[in-house]
Every structure is written in structure tokens, then in C-alpha cells.
């Protein structure tokens, strides 16, 4: 167990008052349900005068909450650039013909001599005139033809352009895919709408284009493609030939792009890293998740070749967009755990798996999993608009029969400063090794710590909060993971409370489709994340929280965090039942930090075991610890 230290004199505990508990065996039935009534009733008392205390302060708070802008959905197309333009004159276009995209868009759009032939319009009359309005999801574009096609096309590749589609190709042009559906009269202006992008099988987008005159274009796709002959991906061996045109951040020149990595979580693994992995594509293998579980973007660096499975190092980039969904879904002022446990895991085994552990017996179905890990936070960080970079290092690997094994190291920054480090383990397994495994307690049925003691409950009404526009600091959408928790005041392994939750799992969650491809199953992290949201509701409801002002929650700084999985949820597995056993609340100046130990179950096992998982509320410029 970590223990938390403070500048001068320790802080003491505050464990949560607990209600008195009656013997079960003893009690009467109608007195035990009235002890559980009375008990549920000054619960939500409590919780309601919390939080109406809270929204108050929140109010009357002097320092406004910073505004949140507009949230991209899940599985929106992430743009590989971004830019403050949103409007094009004559003369920009124009530049856009000639080439210099980075002088219209800005500098991360340079290429420096890469793709010297993609050009807006490629040898045709240009029939924009200017582009009103332009976002990564459509423009608004003034024209000058009678020709609806070609005016569509070329709003498109502006599109393409802005959307950065030609930065993972080192040598390409636009290709019309589809040539779309035309009718009606052109007139001098038209709007394009994005109905889909993506960088499989080649950098596309999909438009309609709707024209004052009352013409529109349908089914049309434009695409970014390489001159025939020009290298896309690594060669046999994982050696990269040339420069595949993607920068890093600062201008580096990048190893593998999000091209590739969009190749290697649903596309054709053969691109990705090279063509002993072809035989990969279509199957079910070894990928990173997809959509908006895809939390690496680029490879920078790596010092290690293929089939030396240790001491291999390597850098990845990941960019955390300002508007990205997940920051419009947490209950969190900061990045949600669950993307630092993803961003930082899916970096370190990614190069782990280039490396080719399972080449050695090719024919066999393997899946990644993985085991377990440590991480901690170190300093607290704003990371919207900000590139991760991150340093990773493959420790070991360990060959057995019908699985492998990866141990990594790995160490994230942002503005050059350390934020969060951590070490993992991984295993690639057979079906017939996933389909034996006995979960944390060798195969035996372990009950709940309810089960064993049973209590009087109170239950937090989750699902009810969130139905409520209004409600701060719960989590919402794709990360509504639970719809209520039972408490036990001073109940739990160390008397200072336990949570108790189960939910039904649904085949057709979000998540089953992202994670992985023809391989679904819940995310690790996303278990835990859910564990942290029953602390968070509990932390709301505690009383612990009334003097705060402007408060928000975050990872906490400093707390070492242990996780064990022994096990996966499938869609098939019809519920997920988690607990939490209470073990430290301390406070300081405008702070309250909460860790817990906790477990989850599939029906008959227990398969993940979570070790000093804290969270935190604070004020808004509260002093570090």
C-alpha cells in the first residue's frame, strides 16, 4: 500500500461516520426494514444537502469555470492537423493550386518536399471562388460553373486539406473514388457536408453538396493515393525504406503515422507493419482499439529490430484534442483515467507487438491481453490541445507454449515535462489458453464482501443525477458505466464504507465495437474507470465536501495505483458486478482525496483486483499537497 505524505504535520484520517448496524440475525423483519428506510432516507437528505450546498458555492463562486467547447462525437473523424482558418479568399485558393497547403493552413501542415503534385483542382480550371466558412465537418463555398461535380470535388479536397488526409503519404494525388450522383442546377454557391472520413483502406472522404440553385451531388468520395511504385509502409523485416511523410509535433520525422495505426486496428496489418503480417488482416489478431478508443497516433523513434524481443526503446506521439468526446463525458476538470491507462498501454505494446513475438508460429489465432500494471500521476496537467509524447521501453518477453509474454516500462510528457509513469504486462494467448482461465482465484467461486456480511444498504441514484442537464461532476454518454451504487456506511474490509454495484451488460455497448476488432471485449479501463465513478458519487455524497468552492475532480497526483486482470467481459457475459472497500479519506486546504481497494466479477469469477485507486475533489488553484 502506498502511503500519502504531507508537508508538515500528517493530516488525520476522516473516515465517514458510520451508521449503526444491526445484527441481521437478531432483528426483526419489520424493524429491519424500517432501519433500512430510515437509513435511505437520511442518505438522501445528506446527498441532497450536499450537493445543493455544492451548487451553491458553485454559483457564488468569484473565478468562472473555464468554457467548454463544442465535444466531437465518438468515433468522429480526428483530424491529423488543425487550424484557425475558417474561411478561404480567391487568393488562397489559388495558393491551395500551386501547392502550398502549410501557406494556407499553417505550419503543421508542412511537409516540407513531400507530395509536390497534390494540388487543389490537378490541372483543371478552378472553380471556387472563395470558401465562406470551413470546419472539419463542411464548408460553405461560393463557384463559378455549371458543372456540380467538379465544384463538389474541388469543396472536397479543400475539405481533404483541412482534415490533413495527405500528411500521412509521402507521394500522392487526389483520386475521385466515387464520382457521385448529380441533379438539379448549380447556382453560385454551395454547402458540403461530411457524411464520413477516414484513412482506410486510403485517406477518403465521403460528401454530399447541396447548391443555391437547387442542384445537389451524392455519393461522392474523394481520396489522398500514392504515385504507383511509392512505398507506403514498412518492408519485410519492419526496416522503413523512406521517409513516409508524417512529421511529429515539433517537426520530427515520424516512423509510422496514423495511417498505420488506423491500418493496424481494422485495415490491412500488411501496411501497418510490414508483410509478415499480412496474413493478420481479416482475422482475429493482435489490434489496437478503433474510433474513439484509438489513443496513440504516431510512432517517432525506435531503437531495437525486429525479432530481438527486450530492450528495444521507442517515442509515440498522441495529440488530445480540445473538443474530444471524452472531455465532454467525464465527470473529471481533467483528462479521465481510463485515456491515461489507454493512451499510455496501447503506446507501450505497440512496438512490443512489431516486434514480432507471435511471427514465430504464424498460423496460430492469438490475442492480446492485458495482465496488469502500476502507473502514477506526477504533477496535475491540463492536457486538452496538447501532444503526449511518450517514451517507452520492452523489458522482456517470455515465449510458453500456447501464449507470450511483455513486460514494458513507459514514461508520458507534455511541454517536455514528465506527467505520469508506469510499468505493464501484456500476454498474447491462444483461444484455447483464453477459453481455460480460472480468474484471480484459481477457478473458485469467490463471493462479495456483501454476500459474506450481509447489511442494510443505501442506494446512490446515479442514473438519476445524470438524467438532471444540470448536474455537475458526474459522468455522462459513452461513460455512463453505472447507473447506481449501494453503500454500507463503515462497512467494508477496513469499516470506513463499502460500494456495491452490478449492470447488465448490453452486446451492443459502444465499446464492444472499438475494442477489438473481430475481438470484443470490455476495456480494462473502462472497469476501472467505472470504479472510480461509484468513489466519485460517494465522495459526493459523504459530506465531505461542503466547504469546497468551484470544485472539480482530477487523477490525483502522487497516488500509486496497482491493477490485476484475470479475465475479460464478453458481450456475452450478461452483467459486470463491482465492489470498493473504502480504505483513506484525508483532507487538506481546499482538497479531499479518497483511495479504495476493489474487485470485479464476471457470473462465478472475479477476474480484476484494483490496489490504492484513489480520486480526488479540489478546488480550482488549490495548493498541491
Same mark, same amino acid.
Given at each position: 500500500m502506498t502511503t500519502l505524505e504531507f508537508a508538515g504535520d500528517p493530516l488525520p484520517l476522516l473516515p465517514t461516520a458510520p451508521a449503526p448496524r444491526p445484527e441481521p440475525a437478531a432483528a426483526t423483519p419489520g424493524a429491519s426494514l424500517r432501519d433500512t428506510v430510515a437509513q435511505a432516507h437520511v442518505s438522501a437528505l445528506r446527498a441532497q444537502a450536499a450537493l445543493q450546498a455544492l451548487m451553491l458555492r458553485t454559483r457564488t463562486a468569484t473565478a468562472p469555470r473555464s468554457t467548454t467547447p463544442a465535444v466531437a462525437e465518438e468515433g468522429a473523424f480526428k483530424p491529423l492537423a488543425h487550424t484557425p482558418v475558417t474561411t478561404l479568399t480567391a487568393a488562397q485558393l489559388v495558393r491551395l493550386v500551386a501547392g502550398d497547403i502549410a501557406g494556407?493552413?499553417?505550419?503543421?501542415?508542412?511537409?516540407?518536399?513531400?507530395?509536390?503534385?497534390?494540388?487543389?483542382?490537378?490541372?483543371?480550371?478552378?472553380?471556387?471562388?472563395?470558401?465562406?466558412?470551413?470546419?472539419?465537418?463542411?464548408?460553405?463555398?461560393?463557384?463559378?460553373?455549371?458543372?456540380?461535380?467538379?465544384?463538389?470535388?474541388?469543396?472536397?479536397?479543400?475539405?481533404?486539406?483541412?482534415?490533413?488526409l495527405h500528411l500521412c503519404l509521402p507521394d500522392a494525388t487526389f483520386v475521385q473514388q466515387h464520382s457521385g450522383h448529380a441533379e438539379g442546377v448549380a447556382g453560385g454557391g454551395l454547402e458540403l457536408t461530411v457524411v464520413s472520413a477516414g484513412l482506410v483502406p486510403r485517406p477518403h472522404v465521403k460528401v454530399e453538396a447541396a447548391f443555391r440553385g437547387g442542384g445537389r451531388v451524392s455519393d461522392l468520395v474523394v481520396a489522398v493515393h500514392e504515385k504507383p511504385g511509392t512505398p507506403i509502409g514498412p518492408e519485410r523485416g519492419g526496416t522503413v525504406p523512406v521517409w513516409l511523410g508524417r512529421q511529429g509535433a515539433t517537426g520530427e520525422r515520424a516512423m509510422l503515422s496514423e495511417f498505420h495505426l488506423a491500418h493496424l486496428a481494422h485495415g490491412d496489418q500488411g501496411i501497418a507493419f510490414g508483410p509478415e503480417f499480412a496474413h493478420y488482416t481479416g482475422t482475429k489478431a493482435t489490434r489496437l482499439p478503433n474510433g474513439g478508443l484509438l489513443l496513440v497516433d504516431r510512432v517517432l523513434h525506435l531503437r531495437g529490430r525486429r525479432g530481438e524481443l527486450e530492450g528495444a526503446t521507442?517515442?509515440?506521439?498522441?495529440?488530445?484534442?480540445?473538443?474530444?468526446?471524452?472531455?465532454?463525458?467525464?465527470?473529471?476538470?481533467?483528462?479521465?483515467?481510463?485515456?491515461?491507462?489507454?493512451?499510455s498501454l496501447q503506446a507501450a505494446l505497440l512496438m512490443g507487438y512489431y516486434l514480432g513475438p507471435t511471427l514465430s508460429t504464424p498460423d496460430a489465432t492469438m490475442?492480446?491481453?492485458?495482465?496488469?500494471?502500476?502507473a502514477t500521476v506526477l504533477r496535475e496537467v491540463d492536457l486538452r490541445g496538447k501532444t503526449i509524447r511518450q517514451r517507452s521501453e520492452l523489458v522482456s518477453t517470455t515465449i510458453l507454449p500456447g501464449s507470450s509474454l511483455q513486460s514494458f516500462r513507459y514514461v508520458l510528457?507534455?511541454?517536455?515535462?514528465?506527467?505520469? #509513469?508506469?510499468?505493464?504486462?501484456? @500476454?498474447?494467448?491462444?483461444? +484455447? !489458453?483464453?477459453?481455460?482461465?480460472t480468474g484471480l482465484d484459481a477457478g473458485r467461486s469467490v463471493p462479495t464482501w456483501l454476500a459474506e456480511n450481509p447489511a442494510p444498504v443505501r442506494r446512490l441514484d446515479i442514473a438519476a443525477r445524470r438524467a438532471d442537464p444540470g448536474a455537475r461532476l458526474v459522468a455522462r454518454n459513452k461513460l455512463a458505466l453505472l447507473d447506481h451504487v449501494d453503500v454500507v456506511d463503515g462497512g467494508g474490509r477496513h469499516a470506513q464504507g463499502y460500494l456495491h454495484s452490478v449492470r447488465r451488460i448490453d452486446p451492443d455497448e459502444w465499446f464492444f465495437a472499438r475494442h477489438f476488432h473481430l475481438d470484443p471485449v470490455i476495456p480494462g479501463s473502462l472497469g476501472v474507470e467505472s470504479v472510480i465513478h461509484a468513489l466519485?458519487?460517494?465522495?459526493?455524497?459523504?459530506?465531505?465536501?461542503?466547504?469546497?468552492?468551484?470544485?472539480?475532480?482530477?487523477?490525483?497526483?502522487?497516488?500509486?495505483?496497482?491493477?490485476?486482470?484475470?479475465? #475479460?467481459?464478453?458481450?456475452?457475459? @450478461?452483467?459486470?458486478?463491482? +465492489? !470498493?472497500?473504502?480504505?483513506?479519506?484525508?483532507?487538506?486546504?481546499?482538497?479531499?482525496?479518497?483511495?479504495?481497494?476493489?474487485?470485479?466479477?464476471?457470473?462465478?469469477?472475479?477476474?480484476y483486483e484494483l490496489t490504492d485507486l484513489a480520486v480526488e475533489l479540489r478546488e480550482r488553484g488549490a495548493q498541491p499537497w
Open positions: 494556407v493552413f499553417g505550419p503543421a501542415y508542412d511537409q516540407g518536399e513531400a507530395n509536390p503534385d497534390l494540388r487543389l483542382a490537378a490541372g483543371k480550371p478552378l472553380v471556387l471562388t472563395g470558401v465562406d466558412h470551413l470546419t472539419r465537418t463542411g464548408l460553405t463555398a461560393t463557384c463559378d460553373t455549371a458543372d456540380l461535380v467538379e465544384a463538389a470535388v474541388q469543396a472536397a479536397q479543400v475539405l481533404a486539406l483541412r482534415l490533413g521507442y517515442e509515440t506521439e498522441y495529440d488530445s484534442p480540445a473538443d474530444s468526446w471524452y472531455y465532454g463525458d467525464t465527470a473529471n476538470e481533467s483528462m479521465p483515467n481510463f485515456v491515461y491507462m489507454e493512451t490475442s492480446l491481453r492485458n495482465l496488469g500494471g502500476t510528457s507534455c511541454d517536455g515535462e514528465p506527467f505520469y #509513469q508506469g510499468e505493464t504486462l501484456f @500476454g498474447y494467448f491462444s483461444d +484455447e !489458453a483464453l477459453a481455460n482461465q466519485q458519487e460517494w465522495l459526493l455524497d459523504s459530506g465531505l465536501v461542503g466547504d469546497l468552492r468551484d470544485p472539480g475532480f482530477i487523477v490525483p497526483v502522487g497516488a500509486e495505483f496497482t491493477w490485476k486482470y484475470r479475465g #475479460q467481459f464478453l458481450p456475452t457475459d @450478461g452483467e459486470t458486478r463491482l +465492489e !470498493a472497500h473504502i480504505k483513506d479519506v484525508r483532507r487538506g486546504p481546499g482538497r479531499v482525496r479518497v483511495t479504495a481497494d476493489a474487485s470485479l466479477w464476471k457470473p462465478g469469477l472475479r477476474i
